[in-house]
């Protein structure tokens, strides 16, 4: 609604009314109202958000405690359109006041703030989910966690205020759970469940795909149950969290950060809340800023900031260090996808990191091929950022584009004018950085960058230039026995015709002499 | 014996003896383009340059060498036993071919017209006859032919069909002919051989009307040829002003093709001169025309480099140059627009008296 610009104190009233009903708007209102952005505007997609953000957060849990991860994940029918969906973990458990904090308040999070490969962003999925569930069941939110072996298991059952973003804890029982530690949360609400494509078993499957380390388990509202197995029983190695690197910093970050530091002087607030600026080049930047290196930073006036941001456009740093990453590996990628699927040939590889404005990143892509994958269709496409499946918005996604700008048909692949290549293949591509640029919120497409572009093509050139070698040489045994074929067809062929012509040939002795001719002259 | 049984036996006993000696046999077959013809206006037809390509049994040549072998054998069978098949009959014969069958008439046509072109030789004389229509006529010509029972003589009056019109058979070899006529005129569409039918042109004017309906049959080519050999009589022609009806049409009829180069010293009618519709015409005659397609454009570009006949013609690279000008092609029924019997009455009786100036 726009409110007209007037002086008249009868509408400027209205004007007062309306912003104080603002003020009292609560983040969780906020999302009721809103709930399309996080992935809640449908009855499908809401159990796979749920089941998304959970195994997202049970699976950070657990590599951050060094355990191997074991999860399932259930969807168990109450009525017709209602599921309790839960989803269990073996990992470190949590204490009881964070508990209210971590499934109930919407915006809280340990990894918001930092900088390193985390799966979740933002830490707002698992309690929208909650909140989603109380909105349409009015049920309350059962959690089970256990810390440690010689802890009891604790069962709690959470209510969401909506209006004051404050959870509260209704109940809180100790309980038997076989578990030594871990964590269950089980969420009722109103959904659907499906099969097929952008479903929560091919979520399941994807997410076995990135994290071969994971022992996943799904049981399906029938009762069904698939397991994935691990391919690996070591952890991933853990991403190091790592100050921001000063090439493509924004001023608006700079000014924050500058405000926040707990740095004396400009020189040591360069050298210690970035990474790759030393003392040396911390002194120059100032200088080119025009900027004493011992000025206070929360004295930095605006202006002075841009210049400070300019000297550091214009100066050349060191890449940023790519510990930060954890990427799966080409020989790990490669046995997990042999797992998921039935294929002739197998490729995957792992590029070197990159920068894009700066954050590290850096592009895994694999590439499956024949066996039994479906012959007429488009490509499958899988895309992971961070070890996470994106499933929605393939069209807008980084990855599908540089895929379908890619030439495949020197790869050995159909393809027609710049769509996805068709035939018998699985490509898969994984990005992972400090912080993977999503179009949106609902953090299901990546960005364009042209440095993540360039990357992202070349990995999966470098997947199809295997493939293309796979199938030349496939190609070539082809022909070796349709050749072969041909000569049983056809030179019986040229012996009945002789003998039709000139009668008295012997037919045998032609298809003998023929064979044998045309064999020697093969080889 | 026959001509052609000695050389499909010659040619299977070359293959046998090479199979049995162990090496490679090869089949010799002239390059049928027009890239291989020699063409001078004094001999009057495409003749061969001699370019020829040796198809040698490979793995990768061996089907089309079996097809080859098995199509020499059905010939021999039918010149033996002095009968005939059809194209499309041949074709269907290649169905007990078991692996060696042809899936469409199309690849029967081609293997068929490779041992035509490596005898040297006229279909029908391996016994294989087309089944497509020779052409239309009408006017002053009586055919004598032969009665298919009795053998007796048969004088067919081309004058006597009314509003229809005789057929030449797909053989013409036999026929006679006795005529008064000055001259043939050989039409391009059968819309305009009706117009001119149906109001008696030929008794007007005198001639001899023949309907190609489009490019010429290998029958209807020969029985021009024939009749205009035989009568001493000048043959001219009459189709669209596009690329097609002055190369595909009338060249084609005047001096033979590319692909049949071998049989052209039979088939061309080297008297023929073009009548038109010339796209001088198109001017002169205010004649309503549509734009040339991107394949006429196309076509004309091809002709002008690569024809050797319109490269030993200068009238007819002018010609088409003024069309290419122009950009305008024209129909033989735009001459409609002056009135529907302008053609006869105004048009071909203009032209008729200026033969000095038709297209060679």
């Known amino acids: 609604m726009q409110v007209k610009l007037s002086d008249s104190p009868k509408?400027?009233?209205?004007?007062?009314?309306?912003?104080?009903?603002?003020?009292?708007?609560?983040?969780?209102?906020f999302f009721t109202k809103n709930r399309h952005l996080l992935g809640f505007d449908n009855p499908l997609k809401a159990i796979s958000t749920t089941i998304k953000e959970g195994v997202d957060n049970s699976l950070d849990a657990c590599e951050e405690s060094n355990i191997l991860p074991e999860i399932i994940v259930e969807i168990k029918p109450t009525t017709k359109d209602?599921?309790?969906?839960?989803?269990?973990d073996n990992g470190p458990g949590i204490i009881k006041e964070q508990v209210p904090k971590i499934f109930g308040k919407l915006l809280y999070g340990s990894k918001f703030h930092k900088l390193s490969q985390t799966r979740g962003q933002q830490g707002i999925g698992i309690s929208a989910a909650a909140l989603y569930g109380q909105l349409t069941t009015g049920k309350p939110i059962k959690v089970i966690s256990r810390i440690g072996e010689h802890k009891p298991a604790r069962s709690y059952e959470l209510h969401l205020d909506t209006k004051t973003n404050e959870p509260e804890i209704t109940k809180d029982i100790e309980t038997e759970w076989t578990r030594n530690h871990g964590t269950r949360v089980a969420i009722e609400m109103e959904g659907k469940y499906h099969r097929g494509k952008r479903s929560v078993a091919e979520y399941i499957k994807y997410t076995a795909v990135a994290n071969p380390h994971a022992k996943l388990t799904l049981i399906e509202p029938d009762g069904s149950k698939i397991e994935y197995q691990r391919a690996t029983n070591q952890l991933p190695v853990k991403a190091k969290e790592i100050k921001p690197h000063p090439d493509g910093i924004e001023l608006g970050i700079l000014i924050d950060m500058l405000k926040g530091t707990s740095s004396r002087t400009l020189q040591s607030f360069l050298t210690t809340e970035f990474s790759r600026i030393g003392s040396k080049t911390a002194k120059q930047i100032c200088g080119e800023a025009n900027l004493y290196p011992n000025a206070r930073p929360s004295r930095i006036a605006k202006n002075e900031a841009d210049n400070l941001l300019q000297a550091l456009r214009n100066t050349k740093f060191i890449a940023p260090q790519t510990d930060c990453l954890s990427p799966i590996g080409e020989d790990l990628l490669e046995r997990s996808l042999k797992k998921e699927f039935d294929a002739d040939f197998f490729k995957a590889v792992t590029r070197t990191a990159s920068v894009y404005r700066g954050n590290p990143f850096k592009v895994e892509a694999a590439i499956a091929y024949g066996g039994s994958l479906e012959k007429d269709s488009p490509a499958e496409i899988i895309r992971?950022?961070?070890?996470?499946?994106?499933?929605?918005?393939?069209?807008?996604?980084?990855?599908?584009?540089?895929?379908?700008?890619?030439?495949?048909?020197?790869?050995?692949?159909q393809q027609s004018g710049s769509n996805l290549p068709n035939g018998p293949v699985v490509i898969v591509v994984h990005m992972s950085s400090v912080w993977v640029p999503f179009t949106s919120e609902s953090k299901e497409a990546i960005a364009h960058y042209p440095e993540i572009i360039k990357e992202l093509k070349l990995a999966v050139q470098e997947c199809g230039?295997?493939?293309g070698k796979y199938l030349r040489k496939q190609g070539k045994e082809k022909d070796e026995a349709k050749k072969l074929s041909y000569l049983e067809k056809y030179v019986p062929v040229i012996g009945e015709a002789l003998n039709e012509i000139l009668g008295n040939v012997n037919e045998e002795e032609i298809t003998r002499n023929l064979k044998d001719t045309l064999e020697r002259s093969r080889k | 014996m026959n001509e052609v049984l000695t050389k499909i036996k010659d040619t299977a006993t070359r293959v046998k003896e090479t199979i049995n000696k162990k090496k490679k046999p090869e089949l010799t077959i002239p390059i049928r383009s027009l890239t291989n013809v020699n063409y001078d206006p004094k001999i009057g037809y495409f003749e061969l340059k001699g370019a020829k390509k040796k198809r040698e049994l490979t793995v990768n040549t061996i089907k089309s060498f079996a097809q080859s072998l098995k199509?020499?054998?059905?010939?021999?069978?039918?010149?033996?036993?002095?009968d005939m098949a059809t194209k499309r009959e041949a074709y269907y014969v290649s169905k007990n071919w078991g692996d060696a069958r042809f899936k469409e008439q199309r690849e029967s046509d081609s293997v068929m017209?490779?041992?035509?072109?490596?005898?040297?030789?006229n279909r029908e004389q391996l016994g294989f006859v087309p089944e497509e229509k020779g052409g239309d006529i009408a006017g002053q010509l009586t055919v004598i032919d032969k009665d298919q029972n009795t053998g007796e003589e048969l004088k067919i009056d081309c004058t006597k069909f009314g509003s229809g019109a005789y057929s030449i058979p797909s053989s013409v070899e036999h026929l006679g002919f006795e005529t008064d006529a000055k001259f043939i005129l050989a039409i391009e569409t059968a819309g305009?051989?009706?117009r001119l039918v149906k109001h008696n042109y030929w008794k007007t004017a005198n001639c001899i009307l023949i309907s190609m309906g489009g490019v010429p049959t290998r029958a209807c080519r020969r029985f021009i040829r024939r009749l205009a050999d035989d009568k001493k009589l000048p043959v001219y022609v009459f189709t669209d002003g596009d690329p097609y009806g002055y190369m595909s049409i009338y060249r084609t009829l005047k001096v033979g093709s590319g692909n049949a180069a071998h049989i052209n010293k039979f088939f061309c009618v080297p008297q023929a001169s073009f009548l038109g519709v010339t796209p001088e015409d198109i001017q002169k005659y205010k004649l309503p025309t549509h734009p040339l397609k991107d394949v006429d454009k196309k076509k004309i570009k091809d002709i002008i480099k690569n024809d050797p006949f319109v490269k030993q013609h200068r009238e007819w690279r002018l010609a088409l140059e003024k069309m290419q000008k122009g950009g305008?092609?024209?129909?033989?029924?735009?001459?409609?627009a002056h009135g529907l019997n302008f053609v006869m009455e105004t048009y071909l009786p203009e032209k008729i008296k200026e033969v000095s100036k038709f297209l060679p």
């Open chain 1, 11 to 29: 509408e400027m009233n209205h004007a007062i009314e309306q912003a104080k009903k603002q003020q009292s708007i609560s983040i969780s209102e």
């Open chain 2, 113 to 121: 017209d490779d041992v035509e072109a490596m005898f040297m030789v």
């Open chain 2, 328 to 336: 305008q092609r024209v129909e033989q029924q735009a001459l409609a």
């Open chain 2, 192 to 194: 305009m051989f009706q």
């Open chain 1, 384 to 413: 992971f950022a961070n070890r996470v499946p994106l499933q929605y918005q393939k069209s807008a996604c980084g990855i599908t584009q540089s895929i379908s700008k890619t030439n495949w048909k020197q790869y050995g692949l």
């Open chain 1, 465 to 467: 230039r295997d493939l």
């Open chain 1, 82 to 88: 209602r599921f309790i969906v839960s989803i269990e």
């Open chain 2, 71 to 82: 199509m020499m054998g059905l010939s021999k069978q039918i010149v033996e036993t002095k």
